[in-house]
């Protein structure tokens, strides 16, 4: 079931999904992949990262790894 424009679930649906302990479809168990193509060109070296994001912290985690090994 989803609602009029067919994109967005219900929000019962939504937690529904949420509360089952099935995978979510935004939870990827790795950092993104533009997030890895930045790290490889050592964008983050020296800068300050706020993720404010939901999730595993994969994104944050892979950052603090890249920034402390430019340390």
């Known amino acids: 079931m989803t609602s009029e ?3 967005v ?3 019962s649906e ?3 999904h949420y509360n089952s302990n ?3 479809n935004w939870e990827i ?3 993104q992949s533009s997030i890895v193509r930045l790290g490889e060109k050592d964008f983050f070296a020296g ?3 706020l993720d404010l ?3 595993l912290g994969d994104n944050s985690r892979y ?6 090994a430019v340390v």
């Open 47 to 49: 800068a300050r990262v």
């Open 14 to 16: 939504y937690f529904e």
């Open 22 to 24: 099935q995978c979510l």
């Open 63 to 68: 950052i603090a790894g890249k920034a402390s």
């Open 5 to 7: 424009n067919e994109c």
């Open 29 to 31: 168990k790795r950092p």
């Open 53 to 55: 994001g939901c999730g």
């Open 9 to 11: 679930p219900l929000q």
